[in-house]
């Protein structure tokens, strides 16, 4: 597996995320996001988007039941974000276009032998905010400056494109933060010189891409 790998995002750029609802689809959808991360992890580049998974691989990576796992794919199927081949219930294909896409983190997330997604293992599928912290990384994944390595966006940017509530945003994060998924990195705002905004870094993509590399860089390029 590789470090990072290239997750489409059409589906997430159009607004796609805010049809994983918690009142609609409760835990499922966060089961469905999971599962989603889990085969885009496993698809090879040269594959157009298809994987073979089984419910024990994903049961053995997720630890959850079969029924959840089951009723997450459904989910995906129903939303037209993972298609099902008939009669390969183990055979599994990225819908739609797979580009534009993002980095993905991959190969850092899991157990050193590779069998455990690592930073999820303690989802209690219970938490609206595990479900808020999914939609959130994956919006940031999708919106991210190759660039700069960076994503900066505002509460409003992130609601109105996942439809998590702004007073929900927070706790979110936070559990992204805890898992050392996503990172905050001080910028310089261009409403003042001595303002500084927020924005986010995703953990295990270009690592050694950061403020003050990028600090580096620019000032060697100016020299």
């Given at each position: 597996?590789?470090?990072?790998?290239?997750?489409?995002?059409?589906?997430?750029?159009?607004?796609?995320?805010?049809?994983?609802?918690?009142?609609?689809h409760?835990?499922?959808?966060?089961?469905?996001?999971?599962?989603?991360?889990?085969?885009?992890?496993?698809?090879?580049?040269?594959a157009?988007?298809?994987?073979?998974?089984?419910?024990?691989d994903?049961?053995?990576?997720?630890?959850?039941?079969?029924?959840?796992?089951?009723?997450?794919?459904?989910?995906?199927?129903?939303?037209?974000?993972?298609?099902?081949?008939?009669?390969?219930?183990?055979?599994?294909?990225?819908?739609?276009?797979?580009?534009?896409?993002?980095?993905?983190?991959?190969?850092?997330?899991?157990?050193?032998?590779?069998?455990?997604?690592?930073?999820?293992?303690?989802?209690?599928?219970?938490?609206?905010?595990e479900?808020?912290?999914?939609?959130?990384?994956?919006?940031?994944?999708?919106?991210?400056?190759?660039?700069?390595?960076?994503?900066?966006?505002?509460?409003?940017?992130?609601?109105?494109?996942?439809?998590?509530?702004?007073?929900?945003?927070?706790?979110?994060?936070?559990?992204?933060?805890?898992?050392?998924?996503?990172?905050?990195?001080?910028?310089?705002?261009?409403?003042?010189?001595?303002?500084?905004?927020?924005?986010?870094?995703?953990?295990?993509?270009?690592p050694?891409?950061?403020?003050?590399?990028?600090?580096?860089?620019?000032?060697?390029?100016e020299?």
């Amino acid at each position: 597996m590789l470090g990072w790998v290239q997750l489409p995002t059409k589906w997430i750029l159009e607004g796609g995320l805010r049809n994983f609802e918690w009142k609609t689809h409760k835990s499922n959808a966060t089961v469905a996001l999971l599962l989603l991360m889990v085969i885009g992890h496993h698809v090879e580049q040269d594959a157009e988007g298809v994987v073979r998974l089984t419910y024990d691989d994903f049961e053995t990576t997720l630890g959850f039941s079969r029924t959840k796992i089951s009723d997450g794919l459904e989910l995906l199927r129903k939303l037209k974000i993972v298609e099902i081949f008939e009669g390969k219930r183990s055979v599994h294909r990225l819908s739609g276009p797979l580009s534009p896409w993002g980095k993905l983190p991959a190969r850092p997330l899991y157990s050193r032998s590779g069998a455990e997604l690592v930073p999820f293992k303690d989802f209690k599928l219970r938490q609206k905010a595990e479900l808020d912290a999914l939609k959130i990384f994956l919006f940031l994944v999708a919106r991210r400056d190759n660039d700069q390595n960076l994503c900066l966006a505002t509460y409003d940017q992130i609601e109105k494109e996942t439809g998590v509530p702004k007073a929900r945003i927070k706790s979110g994060l936070t559990l992204l933060y805890a898992n050392h998924l996503v990172f905050l990195e001080p910028q310089r705002s261009t409403a003042h010189d001595a303002a500084i905004a927020h924005a986010y870094r995703i953990a295990h993509v270009d690592p050694y891409r950061h403020a003050g590399t990028n600090d580096r860089q620019n000032l060697r390029a100016e020299v």
